[in-house]
């Protein structure tokens, strides 16, 4: 045989393919004949969801607004943390956290003329063991707090301290409060223990142990200078007047809950008086959209203003989605409402009922930015502070601007259609029942 004789022509290759081809194709039809006879129910269930799937555009505004009954309510205020921060058991979370939050950082004595490590036993001394020992105390006192109602009873104000008649009628508004808010959360909330990370849910929380306060943070409701108050208990300053918003916001002189470890954070909540001041949600989102977004801000532009106008508005040019600015009230509130949206929420936009958690922590004082200096002065009454400090009545910034009041919403509600107004309402509903505000004309 000539080894030419071995070379296939081109029309004996093609023949080959496709017989092969053929092969392969009647064994693939053979197969899946015995699997349909094997299972006839799965494979008609396939063809069903096949038939039925389609790709549908992700609606970030639903066209009907959502209706809140007794059972969500209840679910969203024993779920108040995001996602992101809930693993499936309120133990396993603690008990995470205790591992990994607040690494101890373990030394081991080492015998360098014999190198080698002591057996642990015997050296009862030792770092190693006392890490030990130390981890043992966290767990017990792990397992005690994860058993107790988290649900701090609130504690009486010291009314003793104050002499002036004319706080009567403020107290009267403030025990008025405090008891909707608890009715409220006896109601709906029907919970006996967090299901949210411990020091997630004390994170908006600063101290002052001075005088035994806990300020709950609420952006855009007076919480600037209320950091100064605190400032000024702390003697950190002589007066809140002379503290500026950088000390303020970025000199972190403050201690906040979540610094201290679980013992702390407990006996802390038990025996200090806790405080939070709210606003109208809608004066609230209005005041921090024009304080974000309408003047210049070096951070709230490049991260959340290039991001709401890439996704939000058609044709943008190229200057707006360099440097996010000129972001519209419409183009927020669509980021606002989106359920997918390009960019994290923020404190200043976020529900009260997610940064303080009011019917997981019951607070002894509820004050509202609507009366917040009579309200702010009662409160320090209550806590003995110095006479001669009252609270600071001047804009933290943009002084120059008309303060959010009612008229103003108005003005910016009025660019929304109706069902978007419907949907910032429901947004921010928790907040609007807890805290008895009116209800919005939409």
């Given amino acids: 045989m000539q080894p030419s004789d071995l070379v296939m022509n081109p029309k004996q290759v093609f023949l080959s393919v496709l017989l092969f081809g053929v092969a392969g194709l009647l064994l693939f039809m053979y197969l899946q004949v015995c699997i349909e006879e094997q299972h006839p129910g799965r494979v008609e269930k396939r063809r069903e969801q096949r038939a039925t799937s389609g790709w549908e555009p992700v609606n970030y505004l639903q066209s009907t607004p959502r209706i809140m009954t007794r059972e969500k309510i209840q679910e969203h205020i024993t779920n108040?943390?995001?996602?992101?921060?809930?693993l499936k058991d309120p133990k396993d979370k603690l008990e995470n956290l205790l591992n990994s939050k607040r690494p101890t950082r373990v030394f081991t004595e080492t015998n360098h003329s014999q190198?080698?490590?002591?057996?642990?036993?015997?050296?009862?001394g030792s770092p190693t063991i006392q890490l030990i020992e130390k981890q043992q105390g966290t767990k017990i006192l792990f397992r005690k707090?994860?058993?107790?109602?988290w649900s701090v009873d609130i504690r009486p104000l010291n009314k003793s301290l104050v002499t002036d008649s004319r706080w009567k009628r403020i107290d009267a508004t403030q025990e008025k409060r405090r008891s909707f808010l608890q009715e409220f959360c006896k109601k709906y909330g029907g919970?006996?223990?967090p299901q949210s990370h411990v020091f997630h849910m004390v994170s908006r929380i600063?101290?002052?142990?001075?005088?035994?306060i806990l300020y709950c943070e609420v952006p855009k409701a007076g919480c600037s200078n209320w950091k100064r108050i605190l400032m000024v208990l702390n003697g950190l300053a002589p007066s809140a007047y002379n503290i500026s918003h950088d000390a303020v916001h970025y000199g972190k002189h403050l201690k906040k809950l979540d610094s201290f470890d679980l013992?702390?954070?407990?006996?802390?909540?038990?025996?200090?008086?806790?405080?939070v001041f709210v606003r109208d949600p809608m004066e609230r989102l209005v005041s921090a959209f024009r304080d974000k977004f309408e003047h210049p801000n070096s951070y709230y532009h490049p991260v959340f203003g290039k991001a709401i106008i890439k996704k939000y508005r058609p044709n943008a040019c190229e200057e707006a989605l360099n440097n996010g600015s000129g972001v519209k009230f419409k183009e927020f509130i669509h980021y606002l409402l989106?359920?997918?949206?390009?960019?994290?929420?923020?404190?200043?936009?976020?529900?009260?009922?997610?940064?303080?958690?009011?019917?997981?922590?019951?607070?002894d004082f509820v004050g509202k930015f609507e009366t917040l200096e009579e309200d702010a002065n009662?409160?320090?009454?209550?806590?003995g502070a110095p006479k001669e400090l009252k609270f600071p009545n001047f804009k933290d910034r943009h002084s120059s601007d008309k303060r959010t009041n009612a008229q103003v919403v108005g003005q910016y509600l009025k660019d929304l259609t109706r069902t978007e107004r419907q949907l910032i309402y429901d947004f921010y509903y928790l907040d609007y029942l807890m805290f008895n505000y009116t209800t919005p004309f939409l």
């Fill in 80 to 86: 108040q943390n995001p996602k992101s921060h809930m």
């Fill in 115 to 124: 190198g080698e490590a002591p057996a642990l036993g015997r050296n009862p």
């Fill in 145 to 149: 707090f994860s058993e107790t109602n």
């Fill in 191 to 193: 919970v006996s223990r």
């Fill in 206 to 212: 600063y101290v002052e142990d001075k005088h035994k």
């Fill in 263 to 275: 013992k702390g954070i407990y006996s802390r909540l038990n025996t200090y008086t806790k405080a």
């Fill in 338 to 363: 989106d359920s997918h949206r390009p960019v994290g929420m923020d404190i200043h936009w976020e529900k009260v009922s997610k940064l303080c958690y009011p019917c997981l922590i019951h607070y």
């Fill in 378 to 383: 009662y409160f320090l009454q209550l806590i």
